[in-house]
């Protein structure tokens, strides 16, 4: 195995992680620790890419990493709400 295959089973078990912390120790899946481990889960996914590619993973990767840094930046402390100007 290479250094990015190992980096890439570090992400898989953030991912594993995040949704542990969500299913069974109910945490908030917009809660620092979820948003984290969303974020590490597919950057190290597609760090191990790097030497293996597949598309259909690096648009899956990419897809969760935009997504989780969406939904972190529109619930950050001080962001507006949904319903803000109205």
Same mark, same amino acid.
């Given at each position: 195995?290479?250094? *990015?295959?190992?980096? #890439?089973?570090?992400? !898989?078990?953030?991912? $594993?992680?995040?949704?542990? %912390? /969500?299913?069974?120790?109910? *945490?908030?899946?917009? #809660?620092?620790?979820? !948003?984290?481990?969303? $974020?590490?889960?597919?950057? %190290? /996914?597609?760090?191990?890419?790097?030497?293996?590619?597949?598309?259909?993973?690096?648009?899956?990767?990419?897809?969760?990493?935009?997504?989780?840094?969406?939904?972190?930046?529109?619930?950050?402390?001080?962001?507006?709400?949904?319903?803000?100007?109205?």
């Amino acid at each position: 195995m290479t250094f *990015q295959d190992y980096i #890439g089973l570090i992400g !898989v078990v953030a991912y $594993v992680a995040a949704h542990f %912390c /969500v299913q069974l120790l109910h *945490q908030p899946p917009t #809660g620092r620790l979820v !948003v984290l481990l969303n $974020v590490v889960g597919p950057v %190290c /996914v597609l760090v191990s890419l790097t030497t293996s590619w597949n598309l259909a993973s690096f648009l899956t990767q990419c897809f969760w990493l935009g997504l989780t840094l969406m939904g972190w930046w529109r619930r950050r402390p001080g962001a507006a709400g949904p319903s803000a100007g109205r």
